[in-house]
């Protein structure tokens, strides 16, 4: 099955600072590759994805990118605010054609005002 | 649109006992995922439903723990007899067609004392 190893598992930044977290995945099938944003005692909510169709998205302050020969893809906050504090988790399909995501641990980032 | 509901958004039951979680998925949304976060560890697959059928439960952790989703609407996690170690945030997500990125609920937190 796949495996999806994520980092940093902390993070903290001064507002309008960049953060980038890291997430590899084992299985060179896997084609689809969200990001979710946790934000104290609420609901993962799906923030930006990907598919290996192409290398990067950005939306406004947000970019992912994704290099499918390392199998590893990113995710970019640019400009980060203090609302920007939440977990990150990134995921990748447990196969292809999957529905089921395996995620990885999760990103604590403290945007530090 | 209504999002993903779950009930309730908290249990605390001693072990040995039964509970019973609820999840009313997006209307039109075929696809239900139940996922479950122990403390500080990653969002881990429990199953996933096709309208009534269930597609893959491989992430249920054993026979105390049985889905239902009678008719293909919401769906019931039940928990009998649960155990210190069920403890966790039980997510359910749900999602329209392979590739759509999840829509999850708030999540029910569930302790075992």
């Known amino acids: 099955g796949e495996n999806v190893e994520q980092h940093p598992s902390t993070l903290s930044v001064q507002e309008g600072d960049s953060a980038v977290i890291k997430c590899t995945y084992s299985d060179s099938a896997s084609n689809y590759f969200p990001w979710y944003k946790q934000e104290l005692g609420k609901r993962p909510q799906l923030i930006i994805d990907?598919?290996?169709?192409?290398g990067e998205k950005k939306d406004q302050r947000i970019a992912v990118t994704l290099n499918k020969t390392a199998k590893h893809f990113s995710l970019h906050i640019t400009e980060t605010q203090p609302e920007d504090s939440a977990v990150y988790f990134c995921?990748?399909?447990?196969?292809?054609?999957?529905?089921?995501?395996?995620f990885g641990k999760g990103t604590k980032l403290s945007v530090i005002p | 649109e209504a999002g993903v509901t779950q009930f309730p958004s908290h249990s605390v039951i001693e072990k040995g006992q039964t509970v019973t979680l609820r999840c009313d998925p997006i209307s039109g949304h075929d696809n239900l995922y139940w996922y479950r976060r122990v403390m500080g560890k990653e969002i881990k697959f429990l199953l996933h439903f096709v309208k009534e059928s269930k597609q893959d439960e491989s992430g249920m952790p054993n026979n105390r723990f049985l889905a239902e989703r009678t008719g293909g609407t919401y769906s019931t996690l039940k928990v009998q007899p649960a155990e210190l170690e069920d403890s966790g945030v039980y997510f359910c997500?749900?999602?329209?067609?392979?590739?759509?990125?999840?829509?999850f609920g708030s999540g029910t937190r569930l302790t075992v004392v």
């Open positions: 997500a749900s999602s329209q067609g392979l590739g759509d990125g999840y829509t």
């Open positions: 995921a990748a399909p447990s196969g292809a054609g999957s529905y089921q995501l395996t």
């Open positions: 990907i598919r290996s169709n192409v």
